[in-house]
C-alpha cells in the first residue's frame, strides 16, 4: 500500500509542471538559438564579403588578414560552413593575365610587327597578296585562345575553405544545448507519467 502511495505522489509531482508549458519554454529556447545561429552565419558572410572586398582591390596583406580573421571566426563558431570554400577570383583572373602576357612576350612577341617585317620587305604597298602574307605569317603563331589553353596556372592559394565545428561554447551552442535538455525533459517526463500510470492500473488494480 505504502508503494501505491509513494507512486501516486510521484505522479502527482510529475503533473504539476504541464506539458504544454514545457513545449512553450521549448519553443522560445528554439527561438533563441536559431537567432543566434543565424547570427553567427551572418558574421561569416560578413567576413567573407571583406576577403572578396581585398581581393578586388588586390592589396595582399589586406587579402591575408581577412582570411585569417574568417578562418579564426569559422574554427571558433557553428553554422558557419563555407560552402564549397573561398576563391579569389580577382586574384586568380590577375595572375593568369600576367602569365598570358609573359607567355606571349616570351614566346611570340609583337606577332603582327614579325609579320610586317617579313612580308612589307616583298611588296611596294598595300595589295592582296600583301594581305595574305600577313595572314600565312600569323598562322605560323598560336592564337591567342590556343596561348590560353597551352598556358597553366602555378599551384596558388587561390581556394580557400575552413572548417565549422559541430558545437561551439558560445550563444548559439549553449542556447542549443539548452533546447536539447528541455526537450529531454518533455520526454522523460511523458514517459514517467506513461510507466508510472501502467504500474497503477496493472500492479496495484486489486489494492
Known sequence: MSDKKRIKQNLNRLQQVKTWQLVIVFVLACFVAATFLRL????MVQRRDAVYTADTKGDEAAIQNRLYDLQRYTASHMNTDLGKGVFLVATYNRDKQALLKQAETGSNGNIYKKAQEV???QFSSWSPAYVQCTVNE???YPSGQDLN???DLPPGP????FVSPAWSPDFAGWSVVV???ILIMILARFISVVILKIMLRHRYKNI
Not at 553567427?40 to 558574421?43: A, F, L, Q, R, S
Open 40 to 43: 553567427n552565419n551572418i558574421g
Open 119 to 121: 612580308c612589307a620587305p
Open 138 to 140: 600569323l598562322s605560323r
Open 149 to 151: 589553353s597551352s598556358v
Open 158 to 161: 587561390y581556394m580557400h575553405t
Open 179 to 181: 533546447c536539447v535538455v
